[in-house]
């Protein structure tokens, strides 16, 4: 079946490192990509999304490309700051049904 | 801002007992899930409404119930809460304009 592999964590960087939290995917058909954040305490947040192969995603510093011909969605940053400490998901859904399917999660934290 | 609001944010029940989680998005949301997320794990997929009707449903047991209504506004009930029913209840609300799937802050639930 569909599924989503994510880095395993905790990743810890120095404020402004680079950051890539890679991503890679199993799907039958062409999903749609997203990466969603959460800060401790809080629900999940859209970070960024790409719907079709070669589509860039970005939002607040970060990015992923939607590459089909390696099955990846990798989240990068090229400077993260402490407010970025979070955990951040990959995951898939395929058009006929919007169920999202979820890596694991990969904690991030940011030291000053 | 999601469009997305969830209640309660919080809540105790005793194990047994029942509940009833809600979650209202705006027009344009047609389709609605929800997600279970315990601690520390990503969220798995409870189980999803079109139009009213159930249309996915991931693997939890039927005690786990759900209603969408037509003002876009759904709920989920546990019946005979277990203490591994503690988590985040998370709904998500698909945006068809936005190709986008949002979710709200979550409802932390314990059972004791």
Request: glycine share 10%.
């Amino acid at each position: 079946g569909d599924s989503v592999t994510q880095m395993e964590g905790p990743v810890t960087l120095s404020e402004e490192a680079c950051l890539t939290i890679n991503c890679t995917y199993t799907a039958t058909g062409y999903p749609s990509l997203f990466w969603y954040v959460q800060y401790p305490g809080e629900g999940l947040q859209l970070l960024l999304k790409a719907t079709k192969a070669d589509d860039k995603g970005s939002n607040k510093g970060f990015e992923a490309t939607y590459r089909k011909e390696t099955t990846s969605f990798h989240l990068e940053k090229g400077s993260v700051q402490v407010s970025d400490s979070a955990v951040y998901f990959c995951a898939l859904t395929m058009d006929s049904n919007y169920q999202l399917i979820w890596g694991a999660g990969t904690k991030l934290i940011i030291k000053p | 801002e999601t469009g997305v609001t969830q209640s309660p944010t919080h809540l105790i029940k005793t194990r047994g007992q029942q509940v009833t989680l809600r979650c209202s998005s705006q027009s344009g949301h047609n389709t609605v899930s929800w997600y279970q997320q315990a601690l520390g794990q990503g969220p798995q997929f409870i189980f999803q409404y079109y139009r009213e009707e159930e249309n996915g449903r991931g693997n939890f047991p039927p005690r786990f119930s759900g209603l969408q209504f037509p003002n876009y506004s759904s709920e989920l009930n546990v019946n005979a809460l277990e203490l591994d029913d503690s988590a985040l209840y998370l709904c998500a609300s698909y945006h068809r304009e936005g190709n986008t799937i949002y979710f709200g802050e979550g409802s932390w639930l314990t059972v004791v």
